[in-house]
Structures are given as structure tokens and as C-alpha cells.
């Protein structure tokens, strides 16, 4: 018999690949967000638009008994939405909200299962101060002091999601993500993450879109440029979206409740991670422009200790890798972009 399945947030990046995931295993999907899936056509048996902080469209979607709940839906985006400071009170209350009606109809219409998706924002401040050493073991959550208002409702939604595990019996699992980046993600608007940022900079970049002039004894020579927020020391690991569904699947899979986190343990600057997407780009040389911008912590990298030991797994694939395979979707999108604006033109 098949699985019925609802994914909340089916029309973002993690939530459409994962719409497609659960078709290909042969589960009837339903998929619930405030918008289509951006880049391609979602695969869900049915979609429906609509805003889950409204307490209507939830009892809409929640019912039935689904055996398995996927909540994603957050209101979310990179280093420039998230850390500015300008969307604390929008991003803390809607996404809030969400998790709110979410775990409170799916315990009351009975949904056998439900994962939600946390963060690697959670953790606190005081243990990514050095670049070279971040902790962020699950247990290192607390005392809590998460570096954004985004960081600090996650870490409360997922108490919340144990709450209704302990006192209602919900069958919950929940990870932690580590800056899931790839193909029909995000990738220019200002919610991009650094990923796809550094992967859009570099092919404008290759494309002579921005050159920088450089005085030598011989003139001046123009060589690919790019802006990079703060030194670019600040570290970071990356987690390619295919190695994330595997995680989800997994998680889902096993009598583990968690929190556990899914990301890579591939630990790189800002800088390196510039210099690796201009070698994908076959650029020879790369200025680097270092400029003020929202940083978020110094360093942060997936400890993935706990989830070797309860899943018997954890993610491997090397950066560069899904690095290559977001370069050139981006590239091709910024190519299909040019064509409909010389469209326009004519």
C-alpha cells in the first residue's frame, strides 16, 4: 500500500527535491506552499497553494492520518536576510506560527510520523568564535545562544515538537541542517546562500561582467573580480542537496527521534570556497574584494559523530563536486535570463 505523505514547503529547494525523492520511492505526496516549485514543475499528486500560518489552510492539508509529515515551511533565506536584523520579527513569528498549527492539527487528526527540519543555527555563538574550531556536537546546544532571532525559533520549535513527542506521543525526528546548497536552489534576490552567491559572482566574473584593474610595470591588466562579506576566513561546510534527502530518508527510516545533524564534516573558508568555484569556472586568477556585510558566526562545521552512531551513516560526497553541478546550473540560468532580457529588448 502506498504511503501518504505531506510535505510542507514543497515549493522551496529542499522541499521540491524532496517531493521528487518520495515519487520516485512510489508514495502519493501532497504538497502544501505559498508558491510553485521555481524552476521546474513539482511531481506532488497534489499541490496546494496556501499559507500555512492560517489556521484554515492547515486543517485543509492535515486531513488525514498521513503516515508521514514533512515540515519544512519557514520563512528563511542567506547571510543577507537573515543576519541584517531587518526581518527578525517577520522570520521569528512566521515561521513560528507555522510550527504552531502544524504539530498541533497533525497530533489531533492523528499523522503517524512527522520530521521537521531544524538548523545548524541553533548552536551557540560562544562555541564559533574560532574559524579553526567550531563545536557544534548536538549536545553543545545548550546553554543556549544562537547568533540570530532565526537560529533561537528553531531551537524553540524544536523543543516544542518534543514536547508534543512526550506528552501526545507524536512520533517526531528531527535534523539539523548544515547549509544545504545545489541545482534549482536560490541563486541571486538576496535569500541566496554563500554557495550559490560565490557560483553567480564567479560566472559574472568569467564573463567579464566585473574586472578589476591592476597597475603593472608593463599597464594596467584586467583580471575577474568578485566581493566577499568581511576576510573571508569565516568557515563553513556545505552540504550537497542528494546527500540531504538520503539523510532525511534515513532518519525517517530509524527509531531515532534526535536532534541530529545533517551536513558535511568538509570544513572551508569563504575564500577557498571563491577559489574552488573559479577553478570549476577555469579561471586562472581571481581578485578577491573584501567588503562590510551581515558574517553570521566565524565558524561552523557538521560534527557528525552522533549520526555515524545511530544511523550508521553520514554524509560524503566531497564539496567540489556539488560545487561543479550548482556552477553550471547557475550558469545555464544566467544564460536563459540574458536571453529573455535581449528578448525584451527586441
Known sequence: ???KILVCGAGGFIGSHLVSKLKKEG?????VDLKYPEYSKSTADEFVIGDLRDQMVVKKVLDQPFDEVYQLAADMGGAGYIFTGEHDADVMHNSATINLNIVSYGQKVGIKKI???????????????DSD?????????????PDSEYGWEKLFSERMYLAYYRNYGLEVRIARFHNIFGPEGTWNGGKEKAPAAICRKVAEAASGVNLAEIWTPSGVRRVPSLEIWGDGKQTRSFLYIDECLEGISRLM?????????????EKISINELAQMAAKIAGLQELMINHISGPLGVRGRNSDNRLIKKELDWAPSQKLELGMTETFNWIKQQMAELQKKEMAKQN
Open 253 to 265: 527510516n530509524s527509531n531515532f527521534t534526535g536532534p541530529v545533524n545533517i551536513g558535511s564534516e
Open 133 to 145: 574550531n567550531p563545536k557544534c556536537s548536538e549536545e553543545s546546544a545548550y546553554p543556549a545562544a
Open 1 to 3: 500500500m502506498k504511503k
Open 115 to 129: 520530521f521537521y527540519s531544524s538548523s545548524a543555527c541553533i548552536y551557540p555563538e560562544y562555541n564559533q568564535l
Open 27 to 31: 508514495s502519493w505526496v501532497r504538497g
